[in-house]
């Protein structure tokens, strides 16, 4: 069973910085599709960063330039930089694994961790 688990989220001052991280285990972690998504309090989820088992590199446009997905395959981490936060990003931060077995496509979240931007 694969399992993910954040850390590093907390609370930062607008303009200021986090680093997540994600930790993986129970899979073939260098096979997985990793993706960072968010959800704000009343509003959809929605993806903030991929990266592939490539290491190409996907944003959502309001974060390009200001965050940084990067993973470690022999570590099974991933992690996510993010820089010159603004309030509206207050949010819980999920992790998520996706990989595809035979035309089946997995998918796996961890529990979110809470990101609180003040102004």
């Known amino acids: 069973q694969v399992q993910l688990v954040e850390s590093g989220g907390g609370l930062v001052q607008a303009g200021g910085s986090l680093r997540l991280s994600c930790a993986a285990s129970g899979g073939p972690f260098s096979s997985f599709v990793m993706a960072w998504f968010r959800q704000a309090p009343g509003k959809a989820r929605e993806v903030v960063a991929v990266?592939?088992?490539?290491?190409?590199?996907q944003y959502s446009d309001s974060m390009k330039g200001r965050f940084t997905i990067t993973r470690d395959n022999n570590k099974s981490t991933v992690h996510l930089q993010m820089n010159n936060l603004n309030p509206e990003e207050t949010a819980i931060y999920y992790c998520t694994a996706s990989i595809r077995v035979q035309s089946q496509e997995y998918h796996y979240w961890g529990p979110g961790t809470q990101v609180t931007v003040s102004s």
């Open positions: 990266i592939s088992q490539n290491y190409n590199k």
